[in-house]
């Protein structure tokens, strides 16, 4: 399966989504608002693919996919995709606005997917013309896409069960491995994390344990490839409680943020870009 794929936005998430189609032999037309943001993006997954093939991680000749790689700067440059994957803002009006413009430039029957993490798959589906619903779906990817093999697949109301397999066969092909996950906040991942995540920060706040030997206790004793305070601080802590707010309005009382997340939050120490964490200064 070597069609054109289309990838919105190029930031973290969609430059890898774009990476990952690229590496599986797709031609790949990634978008965003600037040709600088593409540079930036093109140049940001030229060092990932060096790294990747100096430690072995990716074959010798990974380099030569990124050439499968066009950029645009219009969302209807992806006319000639057969399956589009939207990444822009986690924005409800940015994600309407890509969306519909690629909707209007596909061709009938061609998938438009969307990598939101909160925003429901059905409510997006309203952005995109009724004929094209069928062919909307969630694919939830984990960050680094490059490395994590995971993809929740979501189908919304109207989504029809070929859109279905023929995404499911797609992420397979693209060496993914898919889930097939209602449209339900948090989807399933982010459910269990998150549970994981608030029991973590209540151990902290009844002195039960420091973040320092709880993160050590998840790599030693659970086998997580990482602890649940480097995992806050790499995705930082707003980013956590955003999402444990919006599954405490969905499930309630057992998605309820803790205090003391939410007082670092409002300190300041959310970690990411060079802000202090739970584990870094
Ligand atoms: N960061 C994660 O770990 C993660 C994991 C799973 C899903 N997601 C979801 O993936 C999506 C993207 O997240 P991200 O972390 O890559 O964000 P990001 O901010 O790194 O990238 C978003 C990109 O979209 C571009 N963009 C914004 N408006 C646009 C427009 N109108 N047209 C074209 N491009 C536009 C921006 O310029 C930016 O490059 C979000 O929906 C997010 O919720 C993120």
Redesign the pocket.
Request: proline share 3%.
């Given at each position: 399966m070597t069609d054109t794929v289309g990838v919105?936005?190029?930031?973290?998430?969609?430059r890898e989504i774009a990476l990952v189609f690229a590496l599986a032999g797709h031609p790949v037309i990634l978008?965003?608002?600037?040709q600088d943001?593409l540079d930036a993006?093109r140049a940001r997954l030229a060092e990932i693919v060096g790294k990747a093939v100096a430690r072995g991680l990716m074959p010798a000749d990974a380099p030569a996919a990124l050439d499968r790689i066009a950029t645009a700067t219009d969302?209807a440059a992806v006319a000639p995709c057969a399956f589009v994957t939207e990444?822009?803002?986690?924005d409800e009006g940015?994600?309407a606005?890509?969306l519909a413009a690629a909707d209007t430039a596909m061709a009938p029957g061609a998938i438009l997917a969307?990598?939101?993490?909160?925003?429901p798959i059905t409510a997006l589906a309203a952005h995109v013309r009724a004929e094209r619903r069928a062919q909307f779906i969630g694919t939830?990817?984990?960050?680094p896409v490059s490395r994590m093999r995971l993809v929740e697949v979501i189908p919304g109301h109207f989504t029809a069960p070929a859109t279905v397999e023929a995404t499911r066969a797609r992420m397979a092909a693209i060496g993914k491995t898919p889930v097939t996950v209602k449209d339900v906040p948090g989807f399933a991942v982010n459910r269990l994390l998150h549970v994981l995540m608030i029991e973590a920060v209540r151990l902290v706040e009844e002195g039960v344990a420091t973040p320092e030997d709880i993160d050590i206790a998840c790599r030693l004793g659970l086998g997580h490839p990482m602890g649940p305070f480097e995992l806050m601080d790499a995705?930082t802590s707003s980013?956590c409680l955003q999402a444990q707010e919006i599954m405490f309005d969905a499930y309630g009382e057992r998605f309820r943020p803790r205090p003391l997340l939410k007082a670092r939050v409002r300190a300041g120490l959310t970690g990411g870009r060079g802000r202090p964490g739970w584990r870094t200064a």
């Open positions: 919105l936005g190029a930031g973290l998430m969609g978008i965003d608002l600037t943001a993006a969302p990444a822009v803002y986690e940015v994600k606005q890509v969307t990598n939101t993490s909160t925003i939830h990817y984990f960050s995705t980013l």
